[in-house]
């Protein structure tokens, strides 16, 4: 079990941008596959952006698709989501969750998701 901390969360305004990170303790962030879900109140968690184990290949929700990026440093054995022109839609708590997964599977259910960090808030004023 990798044990995964959040940061980089805020308030911001609509247009803006904001870099999660998540730091991956306890095995290294090539062996997995990570995703950034969100989670409105009372709602479930839904996929934002995941990146393979190994070659690292992406892929991001259609509606944060040219604004969301992701990505992985191994040096520093962390994942990390670029958001920019934020929107206030894209409010929610964000988590980062891992999965040992084989190369090029990006993980997009929860119930796939083996290790969860615990959320970071963004909220996105108008």
């Known amino acids: 079990q990798v044990q995964l901390r959040e940061s980089g969360g805020g308030l911001a305004q609509a247009g803006a941008s904001l870099t999660l990170s998540c730091e991956v303790s306890g095995g290294a962030v090539s062996d997995f596959a990570f995703t950034w879900f969100r989670q409105l109140p009372g709602n479930v968690r839904g996929f934002v952006a995941g990146?393979?184990?190994?070659?690292?290949?992406?892929l991001v929700v259609d509606s944060a698709k040219g604004r969301f990026t992701i990505s992985r440093d191994d040096a520093k054995n962390a994942i990390y989501l670029q958001m920019n022109s934020l929107k206030p839609e894209d409010s929610a708590v964000y988590y980062c969750?891992?999965?040992?997964?084989?190369?090029?599977?990006?993980?997009?259910?929860?119930?796939?998701?083996?290790?969860w960090g615990q959320g970071t808030q963004v909220t996105v004023s108008s």
């Open positions: 990146i393979s184990s190994r070659s690292g290949a992406t």
């Open positions: 969750a891992a999965s040992p997964k084989p190369d090029r599977t990006i993980v997009v259910l929860e119930r796939n998701v083996r290790d």
